[in-house]
């Protein structure tokens, strides 16, 4: 069975950094693209970073130039670099495996408040 775990979530000062991580296990090869989304309280849930089998990245307006993805195919692992973070990214992430099938992980809650 496909699973994805999220880890790396917390709280963190405005312009602050985190660095998110996702692991896949189980049979992921059907899978075509593994990203990010988040869900702030009273929205819905939006994309946040994506990027596909063959390494093609897609980010929300909103992030680029300040979150990075990064991936670690060896450990069926992704990671987020979170940098100047501001208040409005708050939100709870997820990790989203998507293919024949969508993934998604319990989510990991992302707080920037001074």
């Known amino acids: 069975q496909v699973q994805v775990v999220e880890s790396g979530g917390g709280r963190v000062s405005p312009g602050g950094s985190l660095t998110l991580s996702c692991v896949a296990s189980g049979n992921i090869f059907n899978f075509y693209t593994m990203g990010w989304y988040r869900q702030a309280p009273g929205k819905q849930r939006e994309l946040v970073a994506a990027?596909?089998?063959?390494?093609?990245?897609n980010y929300a307006d909103a992030v680029k130039g300040r979150f990075t993805l990064s991936r670690d195919d060896a450990k069926n692992t992704l990671h987020l670099q979170m940098n100047d973070l501001k208040a409005e990214d708050t939100a709870v992430y997820y990790c989203?495996?998507?293919?024949?099938?969508?993934?998604w992980g319990q989510g990991t809650q992302v707080t920037v408040s001074s």
């Open positions: 989203n495996l998507a293919g024949s099938t969508i993934i």
């Open positions: 990027i596909t089998h063959i390494g093609l990245t």
